[in-house]
């Protein structure tokens, strides 16, 4: 895995973003390594079920200098630096102000973070806890501060994406989904990819009895644009597959479950466990984090795992200039190969496996999703500004700071994934584990917001 390692290290400094110059090379050097892999694009203004794609990110320099003109924050220095998608300024800034804009992490002062800002037009720098220290003590509040980022945002780009297909001797397929928009981090971006690729020169030589078809998207707004141009095609063919995150580091494994927990998906990959005796952590899908979300959401009922070491959000690292290759090993790789190798010859086989689905019972007042794939919770106001928290069961009665509103964000999202057509009311609060009471509460805001409906 060395040699992966190394292609890893030459595409970590590119800026990658959902669109953008970083993420087309690193598709294209992908390409290089191998042809099967196909560079695809969509047009940005697309729409895509309940989301659009943004226009295209495009920068070329964004810095921070004191009013001696010394640059103290530099995007050159490490692509962490900017706040993704940052609209263009260029202003001096009193102290005060700048450190409203200025984000670090205060539990892990070293770190420079990740922070993206893709659908509402703002800005932002990330520095270290130490770095940001060192600015307070060194200027008062009224010093100037000259905050310059050079960038556009192209309406008539596009969003990159990619595609491998080997055939097999069954047109089923099984899909293997990766995410190619994280800047500078090497097992929360690059680890899958890399698998990916090392999985397609495995198997493309290779007389395999099912098909397979690798993708390679921004995440959420790629993986969802992707389903939306090839739903019919995946829904007729894929039997299952799972996302790649996070497989580069040499801890232990882990696994998110589709969304019931009992497809092929899922007992293919428990028994790669089982058979290379290999202990893991497994999540079920009120877990899940990454494309996960979108092909097992209601209307799309593709059942796909996410095949992880440390699980994403999970290790200190996480979206932050410490996830590198110091984190992520050839080692580290290598194991996450063998348990991949393992689990797709067991879909392979997944007939011998003597699968048994657990029955689902029909029931009166079924609630359907009117949303295909998860649905854009930023332009209903409902979306917290800095991502989302894993976590769930707590009144949200009032959504007074941003920490109920990604409470509120969460349980919408899963009560939502339920909402496919075979749960009611009563089983969409045992799944989602909400009281009854809460889970109804749920349900009247979609209601109300028409995201929902019900089928007698």
Known sequence: MKYYIDLGKK????NRSITGKGTFKTLKILNKENKLIKLKKIKCGTKSFDWKIPSEWQLREAYIKDNKGKKIVDFKNNN?????????IKKKITLIELLKKLHSLPNNDRAIPYHTNYYRKDWGFCVSEISKKKIISKYNENDLFLVNINSKFNKKGNMNYAEAYIPGKSKEEILISSYICHPSMANNELSGPLLSLALINFFYKKKNKKSLRFVF???????????????????KNVIGGFVLSCVGDSNNYSYIETKYGNSVSDIAVKKAFKNLKIRYKNYTFLARGSDERQYNSSGVDIPIGTLMRSKFGAYKEYHTSLDNFKLVTSKGLTGS??????????M??????KVKKKKILIKKNKIISKIKCEPFLEKRLLYPKYGMANVIGINYSELKNETKKKILAKQILDFMQYSDGKNDLKSI???????FSQTKKLFNLLKKLKMIRIKN
């Open 348 to 353: 392979f086989n997944y007939k011998d496996n």
């Open 429 to 435: 609060s045992k799944f989602i584990k909400l009281p």
């Open 217 to 235: 998207v921004p995440e959420t707004i790629g993986a969802i644009s992707y389903i939306s141009k090839n739903l019919k095609k995946l829904k």
């Open 11 to 14: 595409l970590f400094p590119l």
């Open 337 to 346: 190969f063998k348990v991949a190798i393992e689990t797709i010859n067991n």
């Open 80 to 88: 962490l630096h900017l706040v993704g998608y940052s609209q263009k």
